[in-house]
């Protein structure tokens, strides 16, 4: 679209007023601008056509709040007198010099999210016209949740966390199982094979359980960000187990080297509770609870261009396919 309208129609008022006053000299002003005007239209149109867009993220994943990279490669555009452009996190159209360019993206909001193909504009070197477009495609990105404090009495040493086994009283042997754990009194009085049990630390490990029943939002938001502060403190600590809505069996994290790929379960969280919540009976228990979620909450802020939170872009994909 060119700028303004009424430098569009400038030349021909030109011509018009030049045969008017019979003016050669006005004349041929008014037709070397027109002239003007149709090359750069036919360039920024060739352009559009002929305009090939590369586009890259760094990561796969960040932590909200920190920044993503995207690259631009663009090409096709050579020897035409147009210029590309990038619409910006803060709305401004920055440009792509020498075919190539970068900018940063925030999204301050977990979960998984989609950047869908950049805003583009391609404008010619004189800035009378511009076109808008879109370039890259498609590319998934995780948004982590930022761990939020935990509760005092876990950065008091408030929370046990266990290290070395202890027995636990006898159970049925487990072929396998080697002969030193075997209870050879039991065997001899005539009884069925028997092996001593240990409780390991793995077992009294603290449990933490994570309920999103009925969260959603700014809440859903809220329980990520709980829960990561508490089960990255443990895992710092020496470990813990954490039982995510729908699990049946907790998920074990002995150290921190457990915790990246929890916390991308984190940050995919969906609303719903454990399927096994009556584990609540060992000793070290904490219970991350939507219901618990602070009465005032930040409402979600708005996402950058181009990026599409996950379950929007699937309807979306669905309503096209229809």
Partial sequence: MIRSGALAVAPALLMVAAAALGSLALFG?????????????????????????TRTLDRGDVQEGEPVTLHFEVGGLRRLPVQVEVLGPDGAWLELEDGAGSIECVVDRPGAHV??????????????????????????????????????RLLAGGALVAADPEPDGLRPYTPGTPMSRVHWASAARGGELQERHFTSGRDR???VVVDASGAEGA?????????AGIVLTLARAGGCRVLLPGDR??????????????????????????????LLGDRDVLQVRAASAPDALDERGALPPGVIALP????????AAA
Avoid: C, K, N
Wanted: glycine share 8%; aromatic share 4%; net charge positive.
């Fill in 115 to 152: 950047l869908g193909p950049s805003p583009l504009r391609l404008r010619d070197d004189l800035g009378l016209f511009s076109r808008l477009t879109v370039g890259g495609r498609p590319a998934s990105l995780l948004v982590l949740p930022a761990p939020a404090p935990p509760p005092a």
């Fill in 205 to 207: 490990l603290p449990l």
């Fill in 219 to 227: 809440a859903l938001d809220w329980v990520a960000r709980s829960a």
């Fill in 312 to 319: 929007d872009w699937e309807r979306r994909q669905h309503r």
């Fill in 29 to 53: 002003v008014g037709l070397g601008l027109m002239t003007l005007y149709v090359g750069t239209a036919v360039a920024l149109s060739q352009a559009a056509r002929r305009l090939t867009v």
């Fill in 249 to 278: 069996v907790p998920t074990t994290l002995d150290d921190i080297g457990g915790w990246p790929a929890l916390h991308r379960r984190l940050a995919a969280l969906e609303p719903g509770a454990p399927a096994t919540p009556t």
